[in-house]
């Protein structure tokens, strides 16, 4: 798996890395895949007590995450998969807010799926994404070559 480029943006990314041995990005060749992003603040941890501001925040921390992974965000997104304890209709219509509001140019896929719990305690929307980002895995190739090379 060396070949593939592992991503965890500083603070709460990287305490979660530590904490339970997973990335929130990984570069795939021209994809960026995204762990799923709850409503946290990506600095301290702490989740939005409010479902709308959690959902909100979930949808920063997508972007925070895939331009940590070098990619220019939401605009690259070709596929949503998001989980939800609270499948009510405010809830959706929020989400569906957000959707225009990050991909005003383009409708992504979705699946949007309800569940009893998430993995972290309160949370209560998770987002995962794929994206597209060519320009950005040349880049990351050549920055791993550079890397590689300082190495020798």
Known sequence: MSTL????YHKHGVRLRQRSNYSQAVRVGDRIECAGQGG???NSGEMKKDLYEEIDQAFKNVDYNLKDAGGKGWSQVFRVNSYH???SDEALRHMIKNLKKWMPDHQ????CVGVTKLGIEGMRIEIEVSAYDDEGAEAARKARAAVAEKKK
């Open 40 to 42: 946290w603040d990506y």
């Open 5 to 8: 480029q592992y991503y965890a």
């Open 85 to 87: 304890t609270d499948m």
């Open 108 to 111: 992504p896929l979705l699946t």
